[in-house]
């Protein structure tokens, strides 16, 4: 699905992200973990588009899509949520998300805005079709709350909702458990695991190390800008390189 060549990005003198490869295989959700400012939203803005590599290739199905703009990235079937949440105010839960869809209309915003007939039928779809992302993600009963007044755990749900939206073959989350507590914590990585299992591959960034190794396949563990270990969470668990320089930050593996 996705593939690091050898990539590299410098600030000035600072290497963030330095010579970094790997793959994520179709199906599987992958974790990218390492300490404060160890590259890991540096990594996520050059797969999004957001950054260009100072060098080396990034494939998305095979596609070269380094340097590409993120709206064409998005539209080759890639999308995103981001750390802060980012949600419209006085929209409700539904019509956030029905904004992710619209990005995918074919009658486009203007038919949209003078209600045109021939974009009933779409609207009705797109309402429909975005009523049955809330289903899945189990917020329908909030459809017609103002999603910024929801609960953060409900917001983040939003947040994933509007970005299935676009129907995505790959989704990049940015550290979906920022700011939740434990319950909401549990609550998201279901919701994880069951995009994982509607067959959307999945890479996130995540500091909330237990709900990394409940929920990934595989992870990759990033220091200095370098990838230092890639593997399943049990042998991450392990690792001895991984376990010092999480110890050099006070934090337990798996804790
Ligand atoms: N636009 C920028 N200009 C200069 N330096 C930057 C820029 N963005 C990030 N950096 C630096 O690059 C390094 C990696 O930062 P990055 O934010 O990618 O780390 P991170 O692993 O996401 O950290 P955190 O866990 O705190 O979010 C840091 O030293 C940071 O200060």
Redesign the pocket.
Known sequence: MLELQSVS?R??G?R??DDVSFQVREGVIKAVI????????????LIAGN?TPTSGQILFQGREIQGMKPHRIAALGMSRTF?NINLFHGMTALESVMVGRHVRSRAGFFAGMFHLPSTWREEREIREKSMELLEMLDIAEYADMEATSLAFGQQRAVEMARALATEPKLLLLD?PAAGLNIYETAEVARLITRIRDMGITVLL?E?DMSLVMDISDEIVV?SF?QKIAEDVPSAIQQNPEVIKIYLGEDEEVGA
């Open positions: 990005k600030f000035g600072l963030a992200v390492g300490p404060n400012g160890a590259g890991k939203t540096t990594l996520f803005n950054l750390q550290e960034v500091h990033l800008g």
